[in-house]
């Protein structure tokens, strides 16, 4: 299932966009991580708060997604902490609490120094369709 739902989030064209790579999913569970680039940057020069924030993002819908059941974002926050240091950043999904048809995930993202520089809560909306895997 975890393969099936990796090679599935492969055609989020966003997060391909942005050069999100999904690393790790497992039940309620998920890591990817995205090179910064000079494309991530806003005008003073640091990663744009969008960047991470879509990095956040695309974990919380792979850990969401991991039980192969459609799950939809209704609702997300996102605090930052301080801008990354190195060329890499790292998000990882957590779910904190699931039910038939509401999921809660908190994302830590993190530097490559493993310095926390922003932490994103999801909540997720549990529909009754299966992901159809090609």
């Known amino acids: 299932m975890n393969e099936n ?4 989030l492969e055609h989020d064209r ?14 309620g569970y998920a ?5 910064i680039t000079d494309k991530h940057l806003n005008a003073v020069n640091i990663v744009h ?4 924030f ?3 993002d695309f ?7 991991s039980y192969g059941q459609v799950s939809l974002g209704i609702n997300a926050t996102i605090s930052y902490f301080r801008p ?3 060329c890499i950043i790292i998000a990882e999904a957590k779910e904190v609490s699931s039910s038939k048809k509401i999921g809660n995930y ?6 490559e120094n493993k310095e926390i520089i922003a932490r994103f809560n999801g909540i997720v909306y549990r529909k009754k369709d299966k992901i159809e895997f090609e």
């Open 5 to 8: 739902i990796m090679s599935y």
């Open 14 to 27: 966003f997060a391909a966009l942005a050069g999100i790579k999904l690393v790790e999913v497992k039940p």
């Open 31 to 35: 890591k990817a991580n995205m090179e």
């Open 49 to 52: 708060g969008g960047a991470i």
């Open 54 to 56: 879509t990095l956040a």
């Open 59 to 65: 974990a919380f819908a792979a850990a969401s997604n």
């Open 84 to 86: 990354p240091k190195g």
């Open 106 to 111: 908190n994302v830590d993202v993190f530097d």
